[in-house]
């Protein structure tokens, strides 16, 4: 069972529609990220959040908004996606952000038709 | 830039020990880790390897640590089906993990 809890597990959106991804974490880490995965391919960091602020932005197109409402909590805004934004979309947290293991949710698979 | 490097794929006999290699290229990496992903699921974290120890033990997992050839590897005893998943190293030095290719493990009976 994962510590890091993401909802939903499974999304379908058009183009045009806007939706969240949900994270949550409650093992106390103040450092939370948001990874892209394609298919047999490794996870690329798209956001890192330390202290509920954003630290690291990895050049990702402003379609995708993170937002860290609190230390527990990451939502990743999604708008006006394109098809190769389908992907499996990961969170992370760990204690802080130097040399700490991280720990990942089971992702949301995300379609974009 | 940093770059790990994996052998895409291994397969082994169901109760023979796997071994997983992984190269990288940055020498200030602190840590260095194995993730487990399964299909359709997230990545599990096996274990890490902190830069100053050449060998961790955990249960069947064993990582030995090179850091003269800066090479790590994961050997798996005693490899079950339910070990089958793609394994990833991945190594850091401050707030990023660069991770490997990952190898796709596969278990036959």
């Known amino acids: 069972d994962t510590e890091v809890t993401q909802t939903p597990k499974h999304l379908v959106m058009g183009m045009t529609n806007k939706k969240s991804l949900k994270c949550e974490q409650h093992?106390?880490?103040?450092?939370m990220y948001w990874y892209k995965q394609k298919a047999k391919k490794p996870p690329e960091l798209m956001f890192v959040y330390s202290y509920e602020k954003l630290s690291i932005n990895e050049s990702v197109p402003s379609r995708f908004s993170p937002e860290c409402p609190n230390s527990s909590l990451l939502n990743l805004h999604l708008h006006a996606l394109q098809p190769e934004d389908s992907a499996l979309y990961l969170c992370?947290?760990?204690?802080?952000?130097?040399?700490?293991?991280?720990?990942f949710g089971d992702g949301t698979r995300l379609s974009i038709l | 830039g940093e770059d790990v490097e994996q052998s895409l794929f291994l397969s082994v006999r169901e109760g023979d020990s796997s071994v997983i290699n992984c190269t990288y290229t940055?020498?200030?990496?602190?840590?260095l880790y194995w993730y487990k992903q399964e299909p359709g699921a997230g990545l599990q974290l096996l274990t890490y390897i902190f830069s100053n120890m050449d060998m961790k033990q955990d249960q069947r997992l064993t990582v030995l640590l090179n850091k003269k050839d800066k090479h790590l590897s994961l050997r798996i005893a005693d490899t079950q089906t339910g070990d089958s998943a793609i394994y990833f190293c991945?190594?850091?030095?401050?707030?990023?993990?660069?991770f490997g290719t990952g190898t796709r493990l596969q278990v036959f009976p």
């Open positions: 991945a190594e850091s030095s401050t707030d990023k993990l660069i």
């Open positions: 093992m106390g880490h103040r450092a």
């Open positions: 992370a947290s760990s204690q802080v952000t130097d040399y700490q293991p991280q720990h």
């Open positions: 940055d020498s200030s990496s602190t840590y």
